[in-house]
């Protein structure tokens, strides 16, 4: 039986229709079914097939499931007899298989094991899974061909929320603090020496404002002793950095948006030293010209063009100006 249905981009089935109604919709699923048991589904943008998807049952259970995108297969799964996913492969855009994924699963059918085959270069990445007592992923490790290992672990509040999280690679720990909404609080990089001490190497901290923006970030680089502020506006746009050196102010930096979040305008201070950028857009926000300004003289003016070309004018003290263009590629244009 076929039955068509309003859907959206990912296939989703919204609300039944009649077949004469389908060209009122941009998206829509055609299924073809068996009582309760779905055989196929397409989906069609604007009349088109844009995706398929196929199943396979044993006894009215799925057993496999192909997936296609513009008529060719891009991934297909099989099942066990308890509906898990067991087995995995996708596929480049000329139908060839790149890539296989076996799971594996615990006693309480959560997965424990994926390994992944990469069929172009026969290696394999293997992915354990650790749970805590609410069947939450507690730890992930992950073993590349190469050797490298990395640990993912977490800490959740009594409400499921993630509080805490760690990435271990080779030496280092990366650790990030999270309030109950999820936003980062605070993180750091910790050095493992070979003698088992840690030494903090970075560590920052976020701050926000009551309504849940990200106002403010400070980081601190204790190899170096570099310290930066951040502050942002209420678009999550940097306007302001500080970059000290030893507590020493190293270069301040400006930026202005349009109401589209572009970059309008761009200033620097260095050693004392100021740059100003000005940037032009078209309506349709394509970047026009940019126009570089060192202590208030014009020092370059770039005008951009659709093809992705540019001519640059460098001005000098002197009044004697350079003009070059460079074609899409950026490589310059001799004339």
Do not use: C
């Not at 050095?191 to 009551?210: C, M, T």
């Amino acid at each position: 039986m076929i039955e068509y249905y309003r859907s959206n981009s990912n296939g989703l089935l919204l609300v039944k229709i009649l077949q004469a109604q389908t060209k009122s919709f941009k998206y829509v699923s055609q299924v073809d079914r068996t009582g309760d048991i779905i055989l196929s589904k397409i989906l069609f943008k604007e009349g088109k097939e844009s995706k398929k998807w196929e199943y396979s049952y044993i006894d009215k259970t799925l057993s496999e499931e192909k997936y296609y995108k513009e008529k060719q297969i891009k991934e297909e799964y099989k099942y066990d007899n308890l509906g898990h996913k067991i087995r995995q492969t996708d596929y480049l855009t000329n139908n060839q298989a790149y890539k296989i994924t076996v799971f594996s699963y615990n006693k309480d059918g959560l997965v424990d094991k994926e390994e992944i085959v990469n069929l172009l270069t026969n290696q394999a990445t293997i992915v354990k899974y650790r749970y805590d007592i609410n069947f939450r992923i507690k730890q992930i490790e992950k073993k590349y061909p190469d050797g490298r290992i990395v640990y993912w672990d977490a800490i959740f509040s009594q409400r499921g929320i993630i509080i805490q999280e760690y990435y271990t690679l080779n030496d280092e720990v990366f650790t990030f603090f999270y309030n109950e909404s999820g936003q980062e609080l605070k993180g750091e990089v910790k050095q493992k020496a070979k003698d088992g001490k840690e030494k903090i190497k970075i560590e920052w901290k976020n701050y926000y404002s009551y309504d849940g923006k990200k106002q403010r970030k400070e980081e601190t680089n204790n190899l170096i002793n570099k310290q930066t502020i951040v502050w942002y506006n209420k678009n999550s746009k940097e306007i302001k950095v500080e970059t000290y050196y030893n507590n020493v102010t190293y270069s301040i930096e400006e930026y202005d948006y349009s109401d589209k979040n572009k970059v309008i305008y761009y200033k620097q201070i260095l050693d004392l030293n100021l740059t100003e950028i000005y940037y032009l857009y078209d309506e349709e926000e394509n970047l026009l010209q940019t126009r570089i300004y060192q202590e208030k003289k014009l020092k370059k003016h770039v005008i951009y063009n659709k093809d992705g070309s540019r001519r640059e004018t460098i001005y000098s003290d002197n009044k004697t100006n350079i003009t070059i263009e460079y074609d899409k590629d950026g490589k310059m244009v001799v004339r």
